[in-house]
């Protein structure tokens, strides 16, 4: 009996786990397909995983999950780094809270059960077997899709070498480490379905195919993978814009089959994801809630006000952890701890303008009006505050792309040169721009040619959106308004890889694929694509090594290489773009330059993880770690 006949015969004696497994796939994945990506994308974060701090704000989400822990929703103990004051955290009443506790109450369970790992077993031997259970589920999933066992078979013994090959290079972990590792575990987690969601929606909109390669060039062109494990909320962000997208799509083209009130479940989900965002990172949520409100409610086929009010009474539960822990901190339901201290990501100045405002009241019975609401007006004005100060930043960000064009140059196209300033620890400054760390988004200006010719809607049948197009809606308004949240702040120093502006990489790989000539020739030449990936990641990996050890003199002028290569491809790249030619040899180019800056992006990914930010015996794959000691290129 072979593997197949066997798994199949389990199937047929066991109806009830095989329906348990269809709905899981259903409500998770969408299909065996998308759970074939989710454990792939797995693979390779914990492929790439580092088990130290790469950035010092993630001391304060440490400290803040060991108090949590503890049962202490403000730090107590420097339990990580060198005290409590870490960037990050903020200060009121006499005590230090972290940031971002949505993610940190989400980590919790897994403090727990990594506590129980310890106890039973060495923790790196328990984390390596995970990551060897993931990549044999994955061969499994694989084995599904071709004809023959020999897939299986070879890849569970290829499993089995390199859980071997780990065990004998595994040094010890640090235990007392274990609220890191649940951080970043949890962010890998979540991190995992950004592109398992990207297919989802595209495969829906396009077909199947088209989803799997956008997911591809998602996870390998642009770094999510970097992101993935670093206890911050850029890789929560990337995710939670993807589901409102999907959300978005579902609420506007059910399922077949489903009932008419799917539409308004999926509206009220997609607004629930933005509210519990906001318990990560507030601002954030802000802009995704009026670009989705302003894209949804004017295209939805029902505003009526049963179906505003589930809505509305959706959105405010989701807000209630967001809620009560700013009460637990500030005693205010809208001030996050972000903003305890006077400053934040919205800055200090815009509040003080917006609620300065006062006026001589009048006398008599307005005087007595007045009186009498000013509770209700009270309640107003806090309500507001927020927009305006989101709006003062947008407005601050428009400004700047008009008064310093240089700097959004420096953030969105190129960073600088080799020699350029140190950071405030005197050390070489890394930071890659938008375009420089994921080069196939360049090829969004293909879109320039389409929005020429768009006419203006001559009636309102033709104002009325399809379920696609109000997906590109919102993603582009999200686009725009992330860019122009962040460009009074950009470009700093140390971001690596813009990592502020880090929605714009799964938002940007949407509207790309989008693009018919995109569509067509990834449709039409996807082994070419695929084939041209691995050899620009093989071979062109290679050569990059090559001119990193021979060429480059410290960290900068590799990340300057990087830059160069990475624009190197993105210049011919949007060259075809805007020509929008798919046909014939046109496509087949096409093809071979967006699968060559998708592999320029994975090698840099790759070095970057293994030789640049290697921090040690990091790496959660002792593997890696001998890799890395093997290339010593500066």
């Not at 519990?276 to 954030?284: D, F, G, Q």
């Amino acid at each position: 009996m072979t593997a197949t006949e066997f798994v199949g015969r389990l199937r047929r004696r066991t109806p009830v786990l095989s329906n348990t497994r269809e709905t899981v796939y259903a409500v998770l994945f969408g299909d065996r397909l998308g759970l074939t990506v989710f454990l792939a994308t797995v693979v390779l974060f914990g492929l790439l995983w580092r088990m130290a701090f790469v950035l010092n704000d993630s001391y304060t989400l440490a400290n803040g999950l060991y108090s949590l822990s503890n049962g202490q929703l403000a730090m107590t103990e420097a339990a990580y780094g060198p005290g409590l004051e870490t960037p990050g955290a903020s200060r009121y009443g006499g005590q230090w809270y972290a940031r971002n506790y949505g993610v940190i109450v989400l980590s919790l369970p897994l403090v727990f059960v990594l506590d129980l790992l310890t106890a039973v077993v060495e923790l790196r031997i328990a984390l390596v077997a995970l990551w060897s259970l993931a990549l044999l589920a994955l061969v499994v999933e694989c084995g599904y899709y071709t004809d023959g066992d020999w897939v299986l078979y070879g890849g569970a013994v290829a499993v089995l070498g390199l859980f071997g090959l780990n065990v004998t290079l595994a040094q010890p972990l640090d235990a007392g480490r274990t609220h890191l590792y649940a951080l970043q575990l949890t962010h890998l987690l979540i991190a995992a379905f950004t592109p398992v969601v990207l297919y989802r929606l595209l495969s829906r909109v396009h077909t199947r195919r088209l989803g799997l390669l956008s997911a591809i060039v998602l996870t390998a062109g642009t770094p999510l993978a970097f992101w993935a494990t670093v206890p911050k909320r850029h890789a929560v962000t990337g995710t939670v814009v993807v589901c409102v997208a999907y959300c978005l799509y579902r609420s506007r083209k059910p399922a077949d089959g489903a009932v008419v009130t799917h539409r308004t479940t999926f509206r009220a989900l997609a607004y629930a994801l933005v509210g519990l965002y906001a318990w990560v990172h507030a601002p954030e949520a802000l802009l995704l809630c009026v670009a989705l409100a302003l894209v949804d409610i004017p295209t939805a086929p029902n505003n009526s006000p049963r179906t505003l009010a589930r809505i509305g009474v959706v959105f405010a539960l989701s807000l209630l952890p967001f809620i009560i822990t700013n009460l637990a901190i500030s005693g205010s339901p809208i001030k996050p701890p972000r903003l305890v201290s006077g400053g934040g990501s919205l800055g200090s100045n815009a509040a003080s303008s917006a609620g300065g405002s006062g006026g001589s009241g009048g006398g008599g019975a307005s005087g007595g009006v007045l009186t009498s609401l000013a509770p209700l007006l009270g309640t107003i004005k806090s309500g507001m505050q927020p927009l305006l100060l989101l709006g003062g930043e947008l407005v601050a960000g428009f400004k700047t792309l008009q008064q310093q064009p240089n700097d959004v140059y420096h953030a969105f196209v190129r960073s600088g040169s080799a020699s350029g300033a140190l950071n405030n620890a005197g050390e070489e400054s890394v930071n890659l721009s938008l375009l420089e760390s994921a080069p196939v988004l360049v090829g969004m200006v293909g879109a320039l040619p389409i929005i020429r010719r768009l006419r203006l809607p001559s009636s309102m049948a033709d104002r009325t959106l399809n379920a696609d197009r109000v997906v590109d809606a919102f993603a582009i308004t999200t686009f725009v308004g992330v860019v122009l949240l962040y460009n009074s702040r950009l470009p700093l120093h140390a971001q690596v890889t813009a990592r502020y502006l880090f929605p714009l990489y799964p938002l940007g790989v949407y509207l790309f694929v989008r693009l018919p000539a995109v569509r067509k020739s990834l449709t039409d030449h996807w082994r070419l694509f695929l084939w041209t990936v691995a050899g620009t990641v093989l071979i062109g990996g290679q050569v990059t090594v090559v001119l990193v050890a021979v060429t480059v003199n410290g960290i900068g002028e590799a990340f300057q290489l990087h830059a160069l290569l990475a624009l190197g491809s993105a210049v011919p790249l949007g060259i075809w773009a805007l020509s929008g030619r798919s046909k014939g040899r046109a496509g087949q180019i096409g093809t071979v330059l967006l699968g060559a800056a998708t592999g320029v992006a994975a090698v840099f990914l790759l070095l970057t993880t293994v030789e640049y930010y290697a921090l040690g015996d990091a790496h959660l794959l002792p593997m890696m770690r001998a890799l890395g000691e093997l290339l010593t290129l500066y």
